[in-house]
């Protein structure tokens, strides 16, 4: 437990009780410098010089720091790191070691300090700790692209009382690309003059009255090389419209074929008066959005670049981002709009009735909020 609060007399042997003597032999304060061989060089013994003058008051507050040292994991949860629970929940000072190269990743946030933690933690990151990267979107596909994925946390702090000392590196995922828009459709219309009744339906060219027993008459139906006019009207009805595929043309009755005189169930036959046909053309697909940085169950991997989209007009899609950072949209076309790009990954967060503090002389990729 951490040393008694001012103004209750203080002696020496207090502090040895609490830090040990590495030494052994005689107590002098000189053994108990802050980051010497007895008192660990933490957040809550900031009040113990490291040289230089010392004072047994000092140490009022103080205490013995309890340290575990973390390995390389995915989502990793600082509590069980230390060997008891009641560490973790009692008001005693901690510590969390993570050295060089151990590498701490995951799938959406890295390193999680819980909110039941007690008293107070020092984490000494000389590793590196890396949030998820973010998805790249989807490219249209006959529309707008797909929004992309946000990047990962790399520590998520739910409890006061942490102080993180970083000379390793702390990254943010980097969100991803937003997927590029589809290319505007296109149509083209086609004219054709009148033509003699040729082949058959569908892809034949002709004009078809039917009749069904004792001369009920139905709708008449036509065809042009594979364009489908109707069935609609009567047997009076002489212009029909483009059904299949879809589009904006007509057809025209011609002549009869002289057909025999009409008997259960048949056709009456005619030729091709002139007319049209229209036909679409689809806008190529949208390129899609890069990965951002990050872990991506696997492995750790670089920002992606958004892919090309296809002929004709499909958009790019957005760049995935770098560490810590947002991903890009996706391009715009003519017909449609890109996808949004992910947001970038903190590099810490907290609650925001969370406090905590940073000491850092490495890298730290991302937002800290």
């Known amino acids: 437990m951490p040393i ?20 052994g032999g005689s107590d002098s304060l000189s053994e108990y410098y802050r980051g010497g061989a007895n008192v660990n060089d933490v957040a809550t013994n900031s009040g113990v010089p490291a040289s230089g003058a010392i004072d047994i008051g000092d140490f009022y507050g103080a205490g013995n720091a309890v340290v575990a040292a973390a390995s390389a994991g995915t989502n990793v949860d600082i509590a069980p790191l230390f ?6 929940t009692n008001a005693v000072a901690k510590v969390v070691t993570i050295a060089s190269p151990i590498q701490i990743v995951g799938n959406n946030t890295a390193l999680t300090v ?26 249209g596909s006959g529309g707008n ?35 590029g828009a589809a290319g505007a459709s296109s149509s083209s219309t ?39 006019y109707g069935p609609a009207g009567g ?33 009456k036959r005619y030729n091709v008066g002139g007319g049209s046909y229209s036909s679409a053309t689809p806008g190529g697909a949208g390129g899609d959005g890069g990965n951002g940085y ?7 991997v670089n920002a992606q670049s958004g892919q090309a989209g296809s002929s004709p007009g499909g958009a790019e899609g957005g760049n995935g981002g770098a560490a810590g950072a947002a991903g890009q949209d996706g391009d715009n076309s003519p017909g449609y709009s890109g996808g949004e790009a992910g947001a970038a990954g903190n590099a810490i967060t907290s609650p925001g009735s969370v406090n905590y503090t940073v000491s850092n002389t490495g890298t730290i990729n991302g937002t800290q909020g």
């Not at 929004?147 to 702090?157: F, P, Q, R």
């Open 4 to 23: 008694k609060s001012s103004p209750a007399p203080l002696a020496i042997s207090e502090i040895v009780t609490e830090f040990g003597d590495d030494a």
């Open 83 to 88: 060997a008891s629970p009641d560490t973790w």
């Open 114 to 139: 819980p909110a039941n933690m007690a008293g107070t933690l020092d984490i000494q990151n000389a590793g590196n700790i890396i949030g998820s990267r973010g998805g790249g979107g989807e490219g």
């Open 145 to 179: 692209g797909s929004n992309a994925n946000a990047g990962g946390g790399a520590i998520s702090i739910l409890k006061a009382g942490v102080n993180i000392n970083n000379s390793g590196t702390i990254s943010g995922g980097g969100g991803g690309g937003g997927g």
């Open 190 to 228: 086609t004219n054709f003059g009148s033509t003699s009744y040729t082949g058959s339906y569908p892809n034949g060219r002709g004009w078809s009255q039917g009749w069904g027993p004792l001369g009920n008459n139905q709708s008449p139906g036509a065809f042009y090389d594979g364009v489908i």
């Open 235 to 267: 047997p009076n009805t002489t212009s029909l419209s483009q059904t299949s595929p879809p589009g904006t043309g007509t057809i025209n009755r011609g002549n009869p074929l002289g057909d025999p005189a009409p008997v259960p169930s048949h056709s």
């Open 294 to 300: 990050g872990f991506d169950s696997s492995n750790v």
